[in-house]
């Protein structure tokens, strides 16, 4: 609550160092791994490290067209379950 009532004045901040908004097209590949699996809409103890971060970072990635892969437990259909994966299948483009 105290950081939504905030929000307009940590904006500038937030702009600065969130990772989301440095997002561009010509970026190396992202893999972002998680503990947990996403929670949206319910409170997270570290919310600029969840899951639920990674899956908006994951689509700014996409919208920009950097390769990124998102993975946490649960999740279908993973293609690289380890990063050294993720870097072997990168480096063989």
Do not use: W
């Amino acid at each position: 609550d105290t950081f939504l009532a905030r929000r307009e004045e940590l904006l500038p901040s937030i702009r600065e160092y969130s990772p989301y908004a440095h997002v561009t097209a010509d970026d190396p590949p992202v893999y972002l791994i998680y503990r947990e699996a996403p929670a949206a809409g319910r409170p997270q103890s570290d919310p600029t490290h969840s899951a639920n971060f990674g899956i908006k970072l994951q689509e700014q990635c996409q919208r920009v067209g950097v390769p990124c892969e998102l993975v946490y437990p649960g999740l279908p259909d993973v293609t690289n379950a380890q990063v050294t994966d993720f870097v072997i299948t990168m480096l063989k483009k």
